[in-house]
């Protein structure tokens, strides 16, 4: 018997919705717990050659919660400190909706990381402005709220600018960088703010706060963060370079396809001149 449009119609819609199925399974089962370290170097323009090489172990989008286990946290660490990166920074969003319940803990965990030239935090948007920086300060975690600090290593100096998720003007961060001259780095929950900070000249962002997309779909991308510069990985407008990291946890949905969480190990390289 000859097969009907109808029913091969019908034969491919099974088909893509076991897919569907089949990858939400795997993507909420498996992928969302498959925790990796990446690599990737960030080209920063007039690197001083003491800071060439520096590692950076960047931490972001915890969601400490009922989707993103204790024990998802405690990997997520010892992966940091098993790669020895000479400073730490912490991406905000390290619960889901500002949930105290979640907020102690959640700085407890990551108050063992440890690194030679500290650990910086920012703020995420789901994190409040009370509780959350005083239990991150209460285990000696550096919580940038609109501030710099001057980093001196290996006899060089590197900044350090963090914002709220909230500062999102060119003329607010400005008044931050006050007269820097050297390399800096903006620490940005949102990765938007690669736009004001290559009107100012940054030299590099790391941010969070898209999770890569979570769910990236083949032929189609990642529909939920499609509005940002960036949605994961390296990027660069104008002399400014960024990385937006995948981050750990999930949030609306305990899912990730075609993402997964990572902890990533940022490397500073001086920029290299391209030929005329």
């Known amino acids: 018997m000859a097969l009907t449009r109808r029913a091969a119609l019908k034969g491919a819609l099974a088909t893509t919705v076991g897919a569907v199925t089949g990858s939400a399974i795997y993507g909420g089962v498996y992928e969302r717990h498959a925790l990796e370290l990446t690599e990737s170097e960030l080209p920063i323009d007039s690197l001083p050659d003491a800071l060439e090489g520096l590692r950076i172990g960047f931490l972001t989008d915890i969601h400490h919660s009922e989707m993103v286990s204790a024990d998802d946290v405690r990997r997520a660490v010892a992966i940091a400190h098993a790669a020895n990166p000479d400073l730490i920074v912490l991406g905000g969003d390290y619960v889901t909706w500002g949930n105290r319940s979640y907020v102690g803990p959640c700085a407890e965990l990551l108050g063992t990381l440890k690194a030679p030239n500290g650990v910086f935090a920012v703020l ?109 990985g390296l990027g660069v407008r104008n002399r400014t370079s960024i990385f937006v990291s995948r981050g750990i946890g999930t949030v609306y949905v305990p899912v990730r396809i075609n993402c997964p969480p990572e902890v990533a190990m940022i490397t500073l390289r001086r920029r290299r001149r391209q030929p005329a």
């Not at 239990?135 to 600018?161: C, F, K, W």
């Not at 008044?175 to 000249?201: C, E, F, I, M």
Request: glycine share 12%.
């Open 124 to 232: 995420g948007n789901h994190d409040d402005d009370r509780d959350m920086p005083a239990a991150l300060a209460a285990q000696h975690i550096t919580v940038m709220r609109d501030a710099r600090t001057s980093l001196r290593i290996r006899g060089e100096t590197l900044d350090i600018v963090g914002i709220r998720f909230w500062t999102r003007r060119a003329q607010d961060i400005g008044r931050l960088l006050g007269s820097v001259q050297g390399p800096t780095l903006l620490l940005a929950h949102d990765p938007s703010r690669l736009n004001q900070a290559a009107a100012l000249g940054i030299s590099g962002v790391l941010s969070g706060h898209t999770h890569g997309g979570q769910v990236v779909l083949p032929g189609i991308g990642p529909i939920a963060a499609r509005r940002f510069p960036v949605v994961a």
